[in-house]
C-alpha cells in the first residue's frame, strides 16, 4: 500500500487549503488513517485521524478549525485546513496504522506517504 499526499501551498493567514492523501495497492488492509505535520525544530505531531468507521481524533490546536473525512470507496482522505494561522506552516504527512485513530505516537504508525509542504504566511 502507497499513501500519497497533496494539497499543500502557501496561503495567507485565515484562509483555507484542503489536503488530501490516496491510497494505492490493497488498500483493504488500511484502517485508520491519520494526518501529522512536523514544523522545523519541531517533533512530529499528530493532528487528525480517522478510522474507517469514521471515529475521529482531533489535535486541541486545531479541533475548531481543520475537519477530517474519508471517502472509502475512493480510498481517500480529506484534511480541510480552515482559519490557517502562521503556527500552522508545516510539513504535513499522512500515515495508516491498523485500530485507534487516538495513538498519537508517530512510531505506531506503519505506512506514511511522502510530506506536503503548508505554509501560512501573516
Keep these: 500500500v502507497q499513501l500519497q499526499a497533496f494539497g499543500g ?10 489536503l488530501s492523501c490516496a491510497a494505492r495497492g490493497s488498500t483493504s488492509s488500511i484502517d485508520t488513517i491519520g494526518w501529522y505535520r512536523q514544523a522545523p525544530g519541531k517533533q512530529r505531531e499528530l493532528v487528525a485521524s480517522i478510522s474507517r468507521g ?3 481524533h482531533y489535535l486541541a490546536s ?17 484534511l480541510q485546513m480552515n482559519s490557517l494561522k502562521p503556527e500552522d506552516t508545516a510539513v504535513y504527512y499522512c500515515a495508516s496504522r491498523v485500530g485507534s485513530p487516538r495513538v498519537t505516537t508517530a512510531s505506531d504508525w506503519g505506512r506514511w506517504g511522502q510530506g506536503t509542504l503548508v505554509t501560512v504566511s501573516s
Design 54 to 56: 469514521d471515529s475521529m
Design 9 to 18: 501551498g502557501l496561503v495567507q493567514a485565515g484562509g483555507s487549503l484542503r
Design 62 to 78: 486545531v479541533k475548531d478549525r481543520f475537519t477530517i473525512s474519508r471517502d472509502n470507496a475512493k480510498n481517500t482522505v480529506f
